[in-house]
């Protein structure tokens, strides 16, 4: 049987039932190309506008749907998150506006194509900003589950709302991809907020820790003390160091690795025996909040030792206990102890051996008075006349002790000028040549162009000649060598610490040194220490005092002086005195002896009777009229009777009651006063001192000959000399 | 892509881009959709011996200005050319179109036939045998195709591949050229606009006048374009009088990727 060829009706319907197909195919080909499209840009890293753009795009290239947008859910006017326009230019401002009208539920809750007249009652204002968007059809997509109620609207000028209700479902589930997309996003964002906000407070708080970490750190290694923290649990590590600060490790001399491994016990002295046991028994009893503190002594990694003061106190440390001990170096503080005794006592003996000498200085005045009186009183050849002259001689020879006692307690004569260190070196030894035996070398190394220093001559020969000739006394009968050497130098800030002779460290500044070496026998330490001390000799014969007097000397013109000394190296005495001022006056010269030519009325004050009596004898010997008081009260008294009388006054200053001082004030504020001259067995500069600025009319040193008082008495104005009263004149 | 960066002229208030190189009597080499340019770089090194050659970046394609709202369809293009010559300076000169710029040769021929001394339709489009604007705006097969392949680079490569015989010519860096306006939204919008602007009737309208018209006309035809029929080329060719018709085989779509040593010498027997 043969088929009957289809008709052509029959044909066209197929034709037109496979064109359908095929066009259902197409489109949904191209819906799966879309949600792939749209898949891949989830898989892209877009923030959220980017990705809604860019979904936009897609559906609006793929669907051919001129404009897009997606809407917030909030507000009269919802907000417009992103947008595309296929024929609006990328640069353009994308200023497009959604009013909607009041009532319609926004966003819809479903997805809806409508034309545009529905739109119209949806929508009160549309604004796409691109003239030549007409009357649109509107697709609206709303996001499923979206807590914040996005919408998809999409608008189309050319197709009508019917022609575009077949891509709801597609766009459907493009809108679900991008709300899943959202909240992924937005969960990742919440997430790396959270991540930074912990990032962020983790760096704060280690900042912060390793902030306090480092402030104590700092005052861990910067209190001065030495910190040892040691384990004190019995179950633990017992008496271990467990940590130790930088200021410990140099204080016993060990590595900080090394105390950290290490058991307290090394740190004690050996042997320290039950004050030793009785700490550590105090130490480890303690409990919390109580505190040990003891002076202990500690050993060194070289085995030294050295004092501490050593402060304990229990500690907890995360619950486990530990004693923290704070350890305070002592040696400077007992060293300084030992220099301020030294000092102290150094000083005593100059006040002591100064009183000693001002008392000797009124007794040997009377005596070399009384002497000279007597022996001017003997005729010449007479056999008492040798004995007499003996007797002076011992008194000058007593007289210079008291000098150098003086000199020692830095209260001896003291007439301040420029000197050259030299000059006077050379001189000295010119002198001293006959003292210096045959064998002794005396070498001299003198730098030139050395600066002045300012000084008193005598006391400055006085140094030069002790060194020198305990130098020349250290070699003995040996051969040997003594040099003096001068050199400029200067200290600095830190170098006046080095010269511990005063109570102060010299003030840096330009300086003369003086160096006295000899290659001697040298001395012990325990000699060393003591040379300058006074009455401490070594010599047979030797008195003690011409070191002290050295040092005494050296202090009252605000120098330096060291020694160094071992046995069999020699010695060497080293002095820096300070560059003089520049205009230091020059000293004024003596006044010229005056010849006798008048009879003196002299007020003599003196609390000492044979003061009183040796001046008296004095100047009576010569013509002169002595009143005498013992005090100053009744020399004032006295003046009060015979003031106009008077031609002068000799004051003591050293009395009881109103003393000298204020006997000398009052003396000053009559109007009738004469000239006072005072005398003294310390110093004029010591007397100067006491006086604080009065004017006194002269000054006379105690001991004294007959001749100095008489020149003194002399060049006074005054009446015409009249007989002596006694038999004997001179 | 040009070695050296185009050369630019404001043309009607837009930038045309274009490379020009060698000297001689001047030759104009105008592109397709989907291309610019870069695509007659095969060819330029041999042609600019004896020619001054210009290859031009349509509007809205390659570095030439990309406005949307400008037409970029064939008459629109006619006037920017003939524009762009003049300020060249150019007196008549040859003009050689692919696809798109197949059709914009017909219609310069027939719209300026002073200003041609010949005239090359590569692979182009005719009468009606392309899309028919505006019916309904991107829904027709072949814009639809065009659109997806704008954001899918997969469909975008097949759409090349299948445009070539040898399709081992296509080097990665000859797949990037192409590819290079569809990697921004601005590049993608442009080339929508271009497939939009395009409408049939620029064509279907200069019939007669293609008939009448005494600039010599020179057919190119690869022989296995999948895109464009056969029978495009061979109507051109009975209806223009006087006109050649060459078809080359082993040839697609992207002839000058194919056969840039034949359409040379084609071209150059042709100018010659």
């Known amino acids: 049987m043969r088929e009957e060829p289809e008709s052509r009706e029959a044909l066209l319907e197929r034709l037109r039932v496979l064109g359908e197909e095929n066009a259902f195919l197409a489109e949904r080909a191209e819906e799966i190309a879309l949600l792939g499209l749209v898949a891949e840009q989830m898989e892209a890293d ?122 709801l479902p597609v766009l459907e589930r493009v809108a679900d991809l991008v709300r899943a997309r959202l909240a992924h996003l937005a969960l990742v964002a919440e997430l790396q907020e959270l991540t930074r906000t912990l990032d962020a407070k983790v760096a704060d708080r280690t900042r912060e820790l390793r ?56 740190l004690n002295e050996a042997g320290s025996g039950a004050g030793l046991e009785a700490f550590e028994a105090r130490v480890w009893r303690l409990k919390d909040g109580e505190t040990v503190r003891e002076e202990r002594v500690q050993r060194r990694k070289d085995g030294t030792t050295f004092p501490v003061e050593a402060i304990g106190t229990l500690v907890r440390v995360a619950g486990h206990p530990y004693v923290l001990g704070f350890f305070r170096d002592l040696t400077e503080r007992k060293q300084a102890e030992q220099l301020l005794l030294a000092s102290q006592r150094t000083e005593s003996l100059g006040v002591l051996a100064g009183g000693i000498a001002h008392d000797f200085n009124n007794l040997l005045t009377a005596i070399i008075g009384q002497t000279g009186i007597a022996l001017e009183c003997q005729e010449p050849g007479s056999p008492g006349r040798t004995h007499l002259e003996r007797a002076l001689e011992a008194a000058e020879r007593a007289a210079l002790l008291t000098r150098q006692m003086l000199a020692y307690a830095g209260r001896g004569r003291f007439t301040l000028q420029p000197l050259e260190v030299n000059r006077v070196i050379r001189e000295n030894l010119g002198l001293l040549g006959a003292a210096i035996p045959k064998q002794v070398q005396v070498e001299l190394d003198l730098e030139e162009g050395l600066p002045l220093v300012t000084g008193d001559l005598s006391q400055f020969q006085q140094v030069i000649m002790n060194l020198v000739l305990n130098g020349v006394q250290a070699l003995g009968a040996a051969p040997g060598k003594v040099t003096v050497r001068t050199r400029a130098t200067s200290l600095d800030g830190g170098e006046g610490d080095l010269w511990p002779l005063g ?30 001390e006074p009455f401490f000799t070594t010599k047979a014969g030797g008195h003690g005092l011409g070191l002290s007097a050295v040092q005494g000397i050296i202090r009252g013109h605000r120098g330096g002086l060291a020694v160094e000394s071992a046995p069999g190296a020699g010695t060497t005495f080293r002095i820096v005195l300070p560059g003089a001022a520049p205009d230091l006056p020059a000293p004024a010269p003596s006044p010229p002896v ?76 009559l109007p009738n006063a004469p000239p006072v001259v005072v005398t003294s067995g310390f110093a004029e500069e010591e007397a100067l001192a006491q006086l604080k600025g009065m004017a006194m009319s002269g000054f006379l040193q105690k001991p004294y000959r007959l001749e100095a008082l008489l020149r003194l008495v002399e060049g006074m104005p005054g009446r015409p000399v009249q007989a002596p009263k006694k038999g004997c004149s001179f | 892509m040009f070695q050296d960066p185009p050369q630019k002229l404001r043309i009607q208030g837009h930038d045309l881009a274009y490379h020009r190189f060698g000297q001689g009597p001047p030759l104009l080499l105008v592109h397709g959709i989907t291309t610019y340019s870069f695509i007659w770089q095969e060819l330029v090194p041999e042609l600019a011996r004896r020619h001054e050659v210009v290859a031009v970046d349509l509007l809205g394609c390659g570095a030439s200005d990309l406005p949307l709202d400008e037409s970029y369809g064939i008459r629109s293009q006619v006037a920017r050319l003939e524009a762009l010559t003049q300020a060249l300076g150019w007196g008549p000169f040859a003009f050689v179109g692919h696809d798109i710029g197949g059709g914009i040769t017909q219609r310069f021929a027939v719209d300026h036939p002073d200003r041609l001394t010949h005239a090359v339709v590569i692979n182009g489009v005719a009468y009606d045998f392309w899309p028919v604007q505006p019916i309904i705006a991107m829904r027709t097969p072949i ?37 290079r306006p569809m990697a921004t939204r601005e ?82 027997a042709f100018l010659a």
């Open chain 1, 211 to 266: 902030l306090g970490e480092a402030r104590y750190r700092t005052l861990f290694e910067h209190v001065p003390d030495g910190i040892l923290l040691v384990d004190a649990d019995d179950e633990g590590q017992f008496g271990r160091i467990e940590e130790a600060n930088e200021v410990a490790a140099s204080l016993y001399g060990y590595s900080l690795g090394e105390l950290g491994a290490m058991d307290i016990e090394a």
């Open chain 1, 594 to 669: 005056t010849a006798v030519s008048a009879s003196r009325s002299v007020l003599v004050i003196d609390d000492e009777s044979y003061m009183l009596e040796v001046v008296r004898d004095i100047l009576e010997g010569a013509g002169h009229v002595a009143l005498l008081a013992g005090s100053g009260e009744e020399g004032l008294e006295l003046f009060g009777l015979h003031g106009d009388a008077l031609d002068f006054i000799l004051l003591d200053l050293s009395m009881p009651g109103i003393g000298g001082v204020e006997t000398l004030r009052r003396l000053r504020a």
């Open chain 2, 187 to 268: 590049g993608r919008k442009a080339f929508l606009h271009f497939a939009e602007s395009l409408d049939n009737r620029d064509l279907t309208s200069i019939t007669e006048g293609l008939r009448s018209t005494r600039v010599p006309f020179l057919i190119i035809r690869g022989m296995d374009d999948v895109y464009l029929s056969g029978e495009i080329a061979r109507k051109l060719h009975r209806e223009i009088p006087g006109s050649r018709l060459v078809e080359i085989p082993e040839a697609g779509h992207f002839i000058q990727v194919d056969q840039p040593g034949r359409l040379v010498r084609e071209l150059e």
């Open chain 1, 46 to 167: 877009l923030e959220p506008e980017a990705l809604l753009t860019a979904v936009l795009e897609r559906i609006c290239i793929v669907k051919g749907i001129p404009f897009g947008a997606c809407l917030g859910g909030a507000g009269a006017e919802p907000p417009v998150l992103a947008s595309y326009h296929l024929r609006r230019p990328e640069r353009a401002e994308a200023a497009d506006r959604f009013r909607l009208r009041p009532g319609p539920v926004w966003p819809p809750a479903r997805a809806q194509a409508l034309e545009g007249a529905e739109a119209g009652l949806l929508f009160e204002r549309m604004e796409v900003a691109r003239p030549g968007l007409g009357p649109a059809a509107l697709v609206l997509v709303p996001m499923r589950l979206a807590p914040d109620g996005l919408c998809f609207l999409f608008a189309d000028d050319r197709r009508h709302g019917a022609d575009l209700e077949p891509l």
């Open chain 1, 503 to 532: 109570q102060r460290p010299l003030p840096p500044g330009a300086y003369v040194g003086i160096e006295v070496a000899d290659t001697g026998c040298g001395m012990p330490e325990d000699v060393r220490s003591r040379i300058f």
């Open chain 2, 143 to 179: 814009i639809r195709q065009l659109a997806m392949a704008s954001l899918d680079l997969g469909a975008f490569r097949a759409i090349v591949k299948r445009g070539v015989f040898h399709r081992e010519r296509v080097t990665d860096a000859l797949m990037a050229d192409f590819e």
